[in-house]
């Protein structure tokens, strides 16, 4: 990315820079869009706990994508921080603080003058959005993909891309695990709980339009949701959106806890900002980790990544996100003195 020079901090008062950061960190996505964090100002700290009411307890029963989903939001906050002039200085709280639900601290520490890319990565974060659709048959460069797994890197995680061998084992991977989990009915009872339907209020969960169940009418997808075939088609579509992607990465770490989770999330949002820096958006698979025994399976397909916690496919959209997902408001999660 062309440097064009250092540009000066931003002046902002403690609580206003945080603030902006916590607006920053909503946008972060979440497993099923569940946006399990909330937030707290206490000076010149902003503290991030996990929202055990949003926890998927059939889907992420060990939590794993919860802390995952905070990982995502804290990194968004810390591009905020970085981009209005202070350096972001962070403490993972999952072992040393009293209080079980408080993931991590950030202090602003001294002052920084943002550079383009911290501004770049700024402005990506309201640019993201998931894209569950195929993507253009544009093939994305090696030197891309690379700093891909440089970016996972620096925040302490292994990414993978997979070659062609690799992607098609995964695929049929993906499409046993929506077989198998289409066919649970505790899992499509959680499923319909955060599935949003058209015109709907609610500020979280996914649009029904977003999902691939032929409509996006309430009645259709309730109806669907009961189909006994829904996991064959799911599962056959998917399995051929994974062949058919230009990059499928899978991101890991060498051990498995929640500290590492939390730092993973950190690492799939800096791929998902610099992804977007470059026009590019992306689609989560994670159904194939959701299942423990899919979980080993990719696991030993690449035991290079060590711990599987994300799969991913991205591409150059075919058309702009129409339906973003929808986002709770900041006064929905933050605590302020």
């Not at 972060?28 to 946006?35: E, G, I, L, M, R």
């Not at 707290?40 to 055990?52: K, N, T, Y």
């Not at 202070?86 to 639900?101: K, W």
């Not at 048959?137 to 797994?149: E, M, N, T, V, W």
Request: aromatic fraction near 6%.
């Amino acid at each position: 990315m062309a440097m064009t020079g250092p540009r000066v901090p931003l002046t902002l008062a403690h609580p206003d820079v945080l603030r902006a950061a916590v607006e920053a960190a909503v946008l972060a996505p979440s497993s099923y869009n569940t946006q399990p964090w909330r937030f707290r100002i206490a000076g010149s700290v902003l503290e991030l706990f996990a929202d055990r009411q949003r926890h998927l307890q059939v889907i992420d029963a060990e939590r794993r994508g919860q802390i995952q989903s905070c990982g995502c939001a804290l990194y968004n906050a810390r591009v905020a921080v970085r981009a209005m002039g202070y350096l972001d200085d962070v403490t993972a709280m999952l072992t040393d603080s009293g209080h079980p639900d408080l993931l991590a601290t950030l202090h602003l520490g001294e002052p920084h003058i943002a550079t383009e890319h911290d501004l770049a990565l700024f402005a990506a974060v309201r640019k993201r959005h998931t894209n569950r659709r195929a993507f253009l048959p544009r093939p994305i460069a090696g030197l891309l993909s690379d700093s891909f797994i440089e970016a996972a890197a620096d925040e302490g995680a292994t990414m993978v891309r997979l070659h062609p061998d690799q992607k098609r084992a995964l695929a049929h991977l993906i499409d046993e695990a929506d077989r198998l989990q289409y066919g649970d009915p505790a899992f499509r009872a959680e499923l319909a709980n955060w599935l949003a339907p058209t015109g709907s209020r609610r500020r979280d969960g996914i649009p029904f339009v977003e999902k691939e169940y032929g409509s996006s009418l309430p009645f259709t997808v309730t109806r669907a949701l009961r189909s006994p075939t829904l996991g064959d088609e799911l599962g056959k579509l998917e399995e051929e959106l994974v062949q058919g992607a230009p990059v499928v990465l899978v991101l890991g770490t060498r051990t498995d806890d929640p500290t590492e989770w939390l730092a993973c999330g950190q690492a799939l949002e800096a791929v998902l900002l610099l992804a977007t820096t470059h026009g590019m958006s992306a689609a989560f698979l994670n159904q194939v980790l959701e299942i423990p025994e899919q979980r080993g399976r990719v696991a030993e397909l690449l035991p290079e990544v060590g711990y599987p916690h994300m799969v991913l496919r991205i591409g150059y959209p075919v058309h702009e996100i129409q339906h973003a997902a929808p986002r709770r408001s900041i006064e929905d999660v933050l605590e302020t003195p």
